[in-house]
């Protein structure tokens, strides 16, 4: 069965950075686009950004461009989020979510979803 | 910007009836739309795709409609473990946004 596991979640100082991973087992891994979906405590669902099948395409929403990185390793099976220069705005849930699709789009709704990992930002 | 409104906020409904649930797009969606429940402390889980296809395993109570900007999610006959927050959720904007409703919170009356 399908399974997504997230970790590297903590409390982290504003301003410093911190590395989210999400391993995952129970399909083909270098097949499927994935995404990282946040939600902050009591409030709805963001999406995060997405990176294509090969890696070749990542998305971004505008709160996190260019502080955020997304990536996958397929020798691993896992997939990353770097986020840099984080503020008490990135304080959340995290979620890594699978689609049934290769390709950033089309057929991008999220069939699985991690259990999530909570990050706080705070001094 | 593509804003996904829900409403309402909260419904309140009693076991055994009908809830019927709103979304509605700042622009058209065609038919790629999800919709989506979360129970406290868990992660949601898929309901519905393509505006009106049942995920595997969801049961049949679950039913979704609309296209373009209008969309409604039916839960025919409500069960104790359907009381959840449900967001809805497009997948046609390009570039990619991935925009998520604000939510309904779906309560016991």
């Not at chain 1, 986020?83 to 991008?108: F, H, I």
Request: glycine share 10%; hydrophobic share 30%.
């Amino acid at each position: 069965q399908v399974q997504l596991v997230e970790s590297g979640g903590g409390v982290v100082q504003p301003g410093r950075s911190l590395r989210l991973s999400c391993a995952a087992s129970g399909f083909t891994f270098s097949s499927y686009a994935l995404h990282w979906v946040r939600q902050a405590p009591g409030k709805g669902l963001e999406w995060v950004a997405v990176i294509s099948y090969d890696g070749s395409d990542k998305y971004y929403a505008d709160s996190v461009k260019g502080r955020f990185t997304i990536s996958r390793d397929h020798s691993k099976n896992t997939l990353y989020l770097q986020m840099n220069s984080l503020t008490s705005e990135d304080t959340a849930a995290y979620y890594c979510a699978k689609v049934p699709a290769q390709t950033v789009g089309v057929r991008n709704y999220f069939d699985y979803w991690g259990q999530g990992t909570l990050v706080t930002v705070s001094s | 910007e593509m804003v996904m409104t829900q409403s309402p906020a909260t419904l309140s409904v009693s076991p055994g009836e009908r809830a019927t649930l709103s979304c509605r797009a700042s622009q058209s969606v065609s038919s790629n739309l999800a919709w989506y429940q979360q129970k406290p402390g868990q992660a949601p889980r898929l309901l519905i795709y393509g505006a009106s296809t049942r995920a595997t395993g969801i049961p049949a109570r679950f039913s979704g409609s609309g296209s373009g900007t209008e969309f409604t999610l039916t839960i025919s006959s409500l069960q104790s473990e359907d009381f959840a927050v449900y967001y809805c959720q497009q997948y046609n904007n390009w570039p990619p946004s991935y925009t998520f409703g604000q939510g309904t919170k779906l309560e016991i009356k």
